[in-house]
Every structure is written in structure tokens, then in C-alpha cells.
T-cell receptor, first 111, second 114 residues
Framework: SQKIEQNSEALNIQEGKTATLTCNYT??????LQWYRQDPGRGPVFLLL?????KEKRKERLKVTFDTTLKQSLFHITASQPADSATYLC??????????FGSGTRLQVQP | KAGVTQTPRYLIKTRGQQVTLSCSPI?????VSWYQQTPGQGLQFLFE???????NKGNFPGRFSGRQFSNSRSEMNVSTLELGDSALYLC?????????????FGPGTRLLVL
């Protein structure tokens, strides 16, 4: 079955730098991947969706790539700010028309 | 537009009891999905309702059930609670059934089973 893998170790970066988070899938290429942000004690908030036939998608300081050869999606936050500190989750549909989420990567942006 | 609301926000129960959680989707949204989030397993899909019908179900025991009402509000019930049921229960709503639709999550109900 499809598994979504994210680096469970926290990512610590300095303010102003670019944060890059990785999402790997293990099996077939999903039709799309979604990225969410989750703050402590809150529900995830949708950020971006990238389809299989899209190499890259941007939204303000966010950029997502989808590499079907590497079975990987990269999520970039440019000019990162302390307010970007949160856990970032990637997800894709894996049968049953339900989303399967990765375990998330916690990002900490130091001022 | 008001967001997805969930009640109660916090709940403490003891083993063997049952619990009912409520979710009110965004106005106009007809699809409601439920997820369980724990530190060890992450976010796991429980079930999805659309127009009062359960369309999809995750790999959870029959103690977990749900329903959706004609106004799209949804409830989930967990019977015979176990310690391992302690988790954050999240519901998400979307306009239609497709998961490509943006999922709008509520704040969750944190359940602690003692």
C-alpha cells in the first residue's frame, strides 16, 4: 500500500533562509499531493495542491515541486519568518477516496 | 463564512465508556471526513460522509462509528473506550466528495481516556 514518508526530525533554520521539506511516497505515483500546515492544538490548514503533471507550483513565498522519477515532493518556504514555524504535512489520495498523511516535519525558524 | 466547528474541544473519559463528538461543516459543504491524530500514528482516516451516507471507511474497529444529518452536521461515536483511543479527533469538510477539493479542518476534539 502507498506510504507517505516525511523527515520526522525537526528542521531548524535561520530567519530569511529558505526552508526545504521533503515528502516521499513509496509506491505508485499519486495523481496529486497536498501540503498542509498545522500549528500546535489546531487542525491542519491547506496550503497547496500539485498534480502529477505539474512540475512546480508557487503561492507567494511557497513553492512545491513534484518529481515522479524520485517519487518525491519538495516544499520550499523562501525568506522564512519565525511565524512560519509549524508542522508541515503532505498528503495524497490512496484509495478509498481518502487522504493519507505523512507524519509531518516540524519547522522551527530562529529569529 | 464560519469555519468548521467541533464540540467539545476537550473530553476526559474512562475506559469502557462511550463518547460522541460533533462536527459542523462550513455552510454549503456536503462532505465531512473524520481523522484520528496521535503522536505515534499521525493523521489516520476514519470515515467520510456525503449526503448522509458513509462512503468510505478507514481501518478502524467497529467501535468507531459515525453519521451525518440532513444539514451536513456529523457526529462520530466511539464505544467501549480504550486507552489507545486517546487522540486528537479532527473533522474536515469540503464542497463535494473528491479529495482534490480543499479539505477544511476543524480545531479538533482532544480526547483523553483514563
Amino acid at each position: 500500500s502507498q506510504k507517505i514518508e516525511q523527515n520526522s526530525e525537526a528542521l531548524n533554520i535561520q530567519e530569511g533562509k529558505t526552508a526545504t521539506l521533503t515528502c516521499n511516497y513509496t509506491n505508485y505515483s499519486p495523481a496529486y499531493l497536498q501540503w498542509y500546515r498545522q500549528d500546535p492544538g489546531r487542525g491542519p490548514v491547506f496550503l497547496l495542491l500539485i498534480r502529477e503533471n505539474e512540475k512546480e507550483k508557487r503561492k507567494e513565498r511557497l513553492k512545491v515541486t513534484f518529481d515522479t522519477t524520485l517519487k518525491q515532493s519538495l516544499f520550499h518556504i523562501t525568506a522564512s519568518q519565525p511565524a512560519d514555524s509549524a508542522t508541515y504535512l503532505c498528503a495524497c489520495e490512496t484509495g478509498r477516496r481518502a487522504l493519507t498523511f505523512g507524519s509531518g516535519t516540524r519547522l522551527q525558524v530562529q529569529p | 463564512k464560519a469555519g468548521v466547528t467541533q464540540t467539545p474541544r476537550y473530553l476526559i473519559k474512562t475506559r469502557g465508556q462511550q463518547v460522541t463528538l460533533s462536527c459542523s461543516p462550513i455552510s454549503g459543504h456536503r462532505s465531512v471526513s473524520w481523522y484520528q491524530q496521535t503522536p505515534g500514528q499521525g493523521l489516520q482516516f476514519l470515515f467520510e460522509y456525503f449526503s448522509e451516507t458513509q462512503r468510505n471507511k478507514g481501518n478502524f474497529p467497529g467501535r468507531f462509528s459515525g453519521r451525518q444529518f440532513s444539514n451536513s452536521r456529523s457526529e462520530m461515536n466511539v464505544s467501549t473506550l480504550e486507552l489507545g483511543d486517546s487522540a486528537l479527533y479532527l473533522c474536515a469538510s469540503s464542497l463535494s466528495r473528491g479529495t482534490q477539493e480543499t479539505q477544511y479542518f476543524g480545531p479538533g476534539t482532544r480526547l483523553l481516556v483514563l
